[in-house]
Nanobody, 124 residues
Framework: QVQLVESGGGMVQAGGSLRLSCEAS????????MGWFRQAPGKEREFVAG????????SYANSVKGRFTISRDNAKNMGYLQMNSLKPEDTAVYFC?????????????????WGQGTQVTVSS
């Protein structure tokens, strides 16, 4: 099993920045892909960004491309999501997820492990 714990959420004004962290523990050798998803009230959970654990491939949703950056620190078993130029529509609960697959997937079904989520609120 892999346990994931997110942190770093909070409230910020539009145009501001936040950095989310995801700490992985347990059988982290089973993790080959890390993804960030978000879910706003009344909406489905959606893909935000993903990276292979090696870092050689990243992927972003069009809505965050150029504003968000996903990264990881293998030595610390940590993943990060740097969010800049935040907009009110970025408001959601953000989830870290991990998968044993070797390619980044945008569908939640392909991820094996999930964190509990962290709230991000962007005010206008």
């Amino acid at each position: 099993q892999v346990q994931l714990v997110e942190s770093g959420g909070g409230m910020v004004q539009a145009g501001g920045s936040l950095r989310l962290s995801c700490e992985a523990s347990g059988r982290t050798n089973r993790m080959n892909v890390m993804g960030w998803f978000r879910q706003a009230p009344g909406k489905e959970r959606e893909f935000v960004a993903g990276t292979t654990w090696s870092g050689d491939t990243t992927s972003y949703a069009n809505s965050v491309k150029g504003r968000f950056t996903i990264s990881r620190d293998n030595a610390k078993n940590m993943g990060y999501l740097q969010m800049n130029s935040l907009k009110p529509e970025d408001t959601a609960v953000y989830f870290c997820a991990a998968a044993g697959r070797y390619t980044i997937a945008v569908l939640t079904d392909f991820y094996d492990y999930w964190g509990q989520g962290t709230q991000v609120t962007v005010s206008s």
